[in-house]
């Protein structure tokens, strides 16, 4: 059943397809392995995988994980970094058929699962697979795994570093989460917040007509929404990979509640991207060495996934460094250069959020792609944000003029949408639906008095 070009994989019929292709695929791997054994017991020199198995046909495979046409070897390879996860006997059941006498073949490759028993494919067992013998042959088979191929610029497969001492090509073949969940078209599984992984994820109901800000600010978050949607494209199939670093980064500065985080829930949403705020709670501590663990964490969890990673009140952890004076702050510009370093070269996107640009240190600023100011809004901004707070079934009283309002106090949108909220329940409290001027009043003054200032 060839594949068909075209059919929608998230559909019942196109799911179907995709199920029914890889159980022929892992039904032609088990051959392979099969014929390999034998070639091994009998002596014989390897042959080609498109004579061991001329319908072997990975077209399906590339074109789920939107790769150029695959090889035979290319495919082969790529089915034994999936078949732990979907065929996890495939390899055992098929050289226990195929032996003729009990016998080690070391040739063969692999590890054995620690919990699970199961047979792990390493780059050995690739070589296996593939038929490779010669040093030309296992050095082309070993291509497969550079960083330069495909499987990892798209993050695909890699291959791990072998246990100390052991030979290179003894690592596990390993294949991504990314790439598992691509195939099977599952919901990528998201991690939980926790010591282990210390961010949660953001999420919005709104969309971008409920953003209000000001036309040059809007104008750099769309440029940043750009990078999301083709920096693959232009990093690595434009080639600007090679001189450029990985990723991106970017500041959004300006006084609290004038857009920064829903602006960044809003870029994921809107590009089909997982954001994570990173919980500095759980990332700074005050035991050396401790903050740097939890950020590698993230990173690491981070590094295969096209996720958005948003660090708010980033002064916290990526404030200026300062005049060493005592072992406390030698180590704390040590955790600011170990955050430099990590940020860039991290392949996605990480955004950085303070009411002062002044207060993150220069090093990380001249690195950022994007700097971008959130400034309080205007009269006319403001105005907007009042029509698009103010409920539908809320009306405003008579002596209610929000054009003055506007003009009398600069109130950011977190701000207007307390204010909001706190007239409303005053009005649902006296079992009525209209807005009064003196509950508005309060609420403004309410506002102000947190940030310390007079109406």
């Given at each position: 059943?060839?594949?068909?070009?075209?059919?929608?994989?998230?559909?019942?019929?196109?799911?179907?397809?995709?199920?029914?292709?890889?159980?022929?695929?892992?039904?032609?791997?088990?051959?392979?392995?099969?014929?390999?054994?034998?070639?091994?017991?009998?002596?014989?020199?390897?042959?080609?995988?498109?004579?061991?198995?001329?319908?072997?046909?990975?077209?399906?495979?590339?074109?789920?994980?939107?790769?150029?046409?695959?090889?035979?070897?290319?495919?082969?390879?790529?089915?034994?970094?999936?078949?732990?996860?979907?065929?996890?006997?495939?390899?055992?059941?098929?050289?226990?058929?195929?032996?003729?006498?009990?016998?080690?073949?070391?040739?063969?490759?692999?590890?054995?699962?620690?919990?699970?028993?199961?047979?792990?494919?390493t780059g050995e067992a690739a070589l296996f697979l593939c038929g490779a013998r010669t040093v030309a042959e296992r050095f082309r088979i070993a291509k497969l795994f550079s960083e330069e191929h495909a499987f990892a610029r798209r993050r695909v497969l890699h291959l791990e570093p072998p246990p100390k001492g052991e030979l290179f090509l003894a690592g596990r073949v390993v294949l991504t989460e990314e790439a598992l969940d691509r195939v099977t078209h599952d919901k990528r599984r998201r991690p939980r917040m926790g010591p282990e992984f210390p961010a949660e994820r953001l999420e919005t109901t709104l969309d971008w007509e409920d953003l209000v800000l000001d036309e040059a600010t809007l104008q750099k978050v769309r440029e940043l929404e750009a990078w999301i949607r083709h920096g693959r494209t232009l990093l690595d199939d434009w080639g600007l990979g090679r001189r450029m670093r990985p990723g991106y980064r970017a500041l959004f500065?300006?006084?609290?509640?004038?857009?920064?985080?829903?602006?960044?829930?809003?870029?994921?949403?809107?590009?089909?991207?997982?954001?994570?705020?990173?919980?500095?709670?759980?990332?700074?501590?005050?035991?050396?060495?401790?903050?740097?663990?939890?950020?590698?964490?993230?990173?690491?969890?981070?590094?295969?996934?096209?996720?958005?990673?948003?660090?708010?009140?980033?002064?916290?952890?990526?404030?200026?460094?300062?005049?060493?004076?005592?072992?406390?702050?030698?180590?704390?510009?040590?955790?600011?250069?170990?955050?430099?370093?990590?940020?860039?070269?991290?392949?996605?996107?990480?955004?950085?959020?303070?009411?002062?640009?002044?207060?993150?240190?220069d090093a990380f600023l001249r690195r950022f792609q994007s700097v971008i100011h959130f400034p309080k809004p205007s009269i006319e901004e403001r105005q907007r944000l009042w029509a698009k707070l103010l409920p539908a079934k809320a009306a405003l009283a008579d002596d209610v003029n929000l054009k003055l309002l506007c003009h009398r106090h600069e109130l950011t949108g977190a701000n207007i949408a307390n204010v909001v909220q706190y007239a409303c329940l005053q009005a649902l409290t006296r079992g009525e639906s209209t807005l009064r001027l003196a509950d508005i009043q309060v609420g403004i003054d309410r506002e102000y008095q947190k940030e310390g200032k007079v109406a």
């Open positions: 059943m060839p594949f068909i070009a075209g059919a929608d994989p998230c559909s019942n019929a196109g799911m179907d397809l995709v199920l029914a292709q890889l159980e022929r695929a892992f039904k032609q791997l088990g051959t392979l392995i099969a014929r390999r054994v034998q070639e091994l017991e009998s002596g014989g020199a390897p042959q080609p995988i498109d004579r061991l198995v001329p319908e072997l046909d990975g077209r399906f495979l590339g074109a789920l994980l939107d790769l150029e046409s695959l090889s035979a070897e290319e495919t082969v390879v790529l089915l034994a970094a999936l078949a732990p996860e979907l065929s996890p006997h495939v390899f055992d059941e098929s050289i226990a058929a195929a032996l003729q006498n009990p016998a080690d073949h070391p040739r063969i490759g692999g590890v054995r699962g620690r919990d699970s028993r199961t047979f792990l494919p500065f300006g006084p609290p509640g004038t857009g920064k985080t829903l602006t960044a829930s809003l870029l994921g949403k809107q590009t089909g991207r997982d954001v994570y705020r990173i919980d500095l709670a759980l990332v700074v501590s005050k035991f050396i060495g401790e903050t740097e663990k939890n950020l590698a964490r993230v990173f690491a969890r981070a590094e295969d996934k096209d996720w958005l990673l948003f660090f708010d009140e980033a002064d916290a952890l990526f404030g200026k460094r300062t005049q060493v004076r005592d072992a406390h702050d030698r180590y704390a510009n040590q955790e600011v250069a170990y955050l430099l370093q990590r940020v860039e070269s991290f392949s996605g996107l990480v955004i950085l959020a303070s009411n002062f640009r002044s207060n993150i240190d």
